[in-house]
């Protein structure tokens, strides 16, 4: 059974930072690529983030993205996490982790997510 609890979202302003945490159960975190996505009202979920499996020597972001947020990974606590800076208000969304799925819209196991809203 898929358990995945995101954290660390809030309210910050244009330019702030958030680090988001997503405590993964075992199954789902081991030998698994982990990935970040987010969803905002009447679109699709996005990815916008992942991280290899083992040590997390490889990552990749979504061209949105990419300079501002950085994915890790820490086995020991099964966790995954996702810092971003520079936020933007574009930024807004309810953010999920999850293992990397190249089509988020056929998957139904989630979390509740957490939400990030970037005020101007």
Partial sequence: QVQLVE????????GGSLR???AASGSTF?????AWYRQVPGKQ????????SGSGS?????????????????????TVYLQMNSLKPEDTAV??????????????HWGQGTQVTVSS
Avoid: H
């Fill in 58 to 78: 490889t990552t990749n972001y979504a061209d949105s993205v990419k300079g501002r947020f950085t994915i890790s990974r820490d086995s020991a606590k099964r």
């Fill in 7 to 14: 954290s660390g979202g809030g309210l910050v302003q244009d």
């Fill in 20 to 22: 988001l945490s997503c």
């Fill in 45 to 52: 979920r996005e990815l916008i983030a992942f991280i290899s």
């Fill in 30 to 34: 081991r030998g698994n690529v982990m």
């Fill in 95 to 108: 953010y999920y982790c999850n293992i990397y799925l190249s089509d988020p819209a056929l998957w139904q």
